[in-house]
């Protein structure tokens, strides 16, 4: 038994999809425009080659999710990447704090660690830390998980945002049987 995807399921199910389409970058963004200008609960920055869609809000969060597209033109037809998720400067700040407390976390157990071995008492402090470190890397993560959950209503909304404006547009592939 075959199970085929379509598009629909690949934009509900993951935070990357890629839609093919037969209008060129030029086309697709003035198409895009048009969508964005009708939706008044939109708004973003659109050119030829990308776009970033957000909803509109009374406060700006932290948080707030977008909708980065990005045209490329493969062959004779233009793919469309989309990828939702956070601004980059949040990203790479919880990345960040990922890196630090694992490298704050392998110095601490490796001094403990080193000083059971040497037999000494300068280093026993190191364990308590390490412990310290994994509770400020779970705090980093739950921090994640709640942004996530509050971002929630607005990552539906650009979901919605993602089908009504691109699947228009897919060019439906023929699939060639090897036979």
Known sequence: MITEESTI???????????????????????????????????GIINRESATIYVKT???????????LRTEKENST?????IFGPSSAV????MFLYFIWGILWMVFITLWYVGIQIRSEDYHWGLPMSFVV??????????????????????????????????????????????
């Open 9 to 43: 399921d690949r934009i509900r199910t993951r935070p990357r999809f890629k839609v093919f389409t037969s209008l060129s970058p030029e086309e697709y963004s003035v198409q895009l425009k048009k969508f964005l200008a009708a939706d008044p609960q939109f708004s």
């Open 58 to 68: 009374e406060h700006n969060e932290f948080w707030k999710p977008y909708l980065s």
């Open 78 to 82: 233009t793919a469309i990447r989309g």
């Open 91 to 94: 990203w790479t700040f919880f």
């Open 134 to 179: 994994l509770m400020l890397g779970l705090l980093t993560y739950f921090a994640a998980r709640y942004g996530q959950k509050k971002a929630k209503a607005e990552m539906e909304l650009l979901r919605k945002f993602a089908i009504e404006s691109t699947l228009p547009f897919e060019k439906k592939e023929t699939k060639q049987h090897p036979f």
